[in-house]
């Protein structure tokens, strides 16, 4: 696919982004609360699809799905000093019921776990019941004082996954670390979506941490999306909401845990990374259409051309391929533009010759390719098409991703990436946290921490740190963020 193609999509990313959320039948974002979304019938399927494989997930790998209630007590809020100091700017407080002032006012949940660990320390009790690994999809709220974009940062989190787990050691909250990577890997590989993994700077780890991993997307215009969180919290949390077990040897211990967390942006990650100027480009796999089929009769042929497009559908369905035929009495070509509008990933076009000749027209959606195939085969060409749509749409964003990393070794040359194509920046860093603020102040960009695990993080002999000229340990990446 040509440059302009993509024109839009790269050059007005913005207003490309926001246009596409209501065009496409994803979100009304008219609620007249702000950063509070509609879900829309399309984009909640596409969601539901994502959502689906997360389950999935979690049930291979022994988590178990819990629901907590969305209103957390004050007093259970406060019990950890880190946590409540990085969220209570963006706590949204239920003060009255009904008439009457609350004697213990609430909040609405912006994460769970002040309103899970005072449960957790009654259901915990011995080594038997570690790891205990539990998590949800629910709605969170946060008051977000950054720009609100729908999807990328709402202030009803609507589909907000938590998993929470608790260890006997900080050995195996490692070991759920490295099990989170993996899932999250094939939950990436699954939206055909490449990403990064970096380790966040002790000034930027989630509230309450012993440590922060983060996954990031690269966006059209250059800057990241964090689309995915994991947390050690080594035992934090667990000390101050009293989260014991029972040793083996009647000894008691507090447990270690870990987060995993993720939300929409997943779907927001989707839409941008892979769409085009004619909208979306769905990955096969949560396309809720996965093949459109469009009836192109001639005076005549209506029967003909109606009655094979339902058949070969019928013989698609049979097959477990998501298929529509669009019967709209309109235009071909005003059917075309919706569907590419709504990213159905393969179409079918049939017409009278079509129908004579055993055959089919099959065109792409990532690509625009049209060819032609054999009725006979027309599930093994689909299955086989639609495949081959998932690995472009990888791959193309593969070589994105890895065409917006450089590496520098000083500011200036920093600087340039960000003013000229933007993207991330690895440089040079020895790790003390003056230098990286420094360097996020000159650069007017975020450090997004050092590359994860850490075997790949180490700088390379003799590297200096920009900044103080002492030798560098590490690479930091930095990048304009959402
Ligand atoms: N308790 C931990 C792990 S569950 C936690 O809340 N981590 S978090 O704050 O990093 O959020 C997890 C993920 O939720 C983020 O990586 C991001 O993908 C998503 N997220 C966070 N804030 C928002 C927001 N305002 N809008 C949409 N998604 C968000
Ligand atoms: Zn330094």
Not at 35 to 56: D, S, V
Not at 99 to 106: Q, S
Not at 189 to 197: E, G, M, Q, S, T
Request: glycine residues 6%; contains cysteine; negative net charge.
């Amino acid at each position: 696919m040509g440059k302009a193609e993509r024109k839009r999509w790269s050059e007005d990313f913005s207003e490309w982004y926001n246009e596409l959320i209501e065009v496409a039948g994803i979100q009304d974002k008219r609620y007249p609360v702000k950063g509070m979304n509609i879900w829309l019938p399309y984009g909640l399927k596409i969601m539901r699809n994502i959502e689906k494989f997360i389950h999935a997930e979690m049930e291979r790998t022994g988590h178990e799905e819990v629901l907590f209630p969305a209103l957390i007590p004050e007093t259970e809020f406060q019990k950890e000093a880190e946590h409540i100091k990085g969220f209570e700017g963006e706590v949204y407080w239920i003060t009255h019921a009904g008439l009457d002032p609350l004697d213990v006012r609430l909040i609405l949940r912006p994460t769970s776990e002040t309103a899970m660990y005072s449960m957790f320390s009654l259901w915990i009790r011995s080594h038997a019941d570690l790891p205990f690994k539990v998590y949800q999809i629910v709605n969170v709220y946060r008051y977000e004082t950054k720009h609100t974009r729908p999807l990328i940062r709402v202030r009803e989190i609507s589909r907000f996954f938590e998993a929470h787990t608790a260890h006997d050691s900080y050995e195996d909250a490692e070991r759920q670390i490295k099990e989170d990577l993996e899932i999250f890997d094939r939950l990436a590989k699954f939206l055909a979506l490449p990403y990064i993994v970096s380790k966040r700077p002790e000034w930027d780890k989630f509230p309450g941490a012993y440590y922060s991993v983060g996954a990031e997307v690269m966006m059209p215009d250059g800057r990241t999306l964090q689309i995915g969180t994991m947390h050690n919290y080594r035992q934090n949390f667990a000390k101050a909401y009293n989260i014991q077990y029972e040793t083996e040897t009647g000894d008691h211990e507090y447990v270690h845990q870990t987060t995993f967390g993720m939300s929409e942006r997943l779907l927001a990650a989707v839409i941008a990374v892979h769409g085009d100027d004619r909208g979306m480009v769905l990955p096969p796999t949560i396309a809720p259409i996965q093949v459109v089929i469009v009836p192109i009769p001639k005076k005549d042929s209506e029967a003909d051309v109606f009655a094979y497009a339902r058949e070969l559908a019928e013989e698609l369905r049979t097959a477990g391929i998501r298929v529509h035929v669009d019967e709209r009495d309109i235009r071909p070509g005003r059917k075309y533009y919706d569907w590419e509008l709504k990213g159905v990933p393969l179409r079918i076009e049939v017409g009278p010759r079509d129908v004579e000749g055993k055959k089919a027209v099959l065109a792409r959606r990532d690509t625009l390719e049209k060819i032609t195939v054999e009725r006979d085969n027309i599930v093994g060409e689909v299955r086989k098409t639609l495949d081959a749509i998932h690995e472009n749409l990888y791959q193309r964003a593969k070589e994105f991703l890895e065409g917006h990393i450089k590496r520098v070794d000083t500011i200036e040359e920093a600087k340039a990436v960000f003013e000229d194509r933007r993207g991330i920046v690895e440089i040079p860093w020895c790790g003390e946290e003056e230098c990286g603020l420094k360097m996020e102040e000159e650069l007017d960009a975020k450090m997004l921490g050092i590359p994860y695990p850490e075997e790949d993080a180490k700088a390379p002999e003799g590297k200096k740190c920009p900044v103080c000229g002492r030798e560098a340990r590490f690479i930091a990446r930095f990048a304009r963020t959402y």
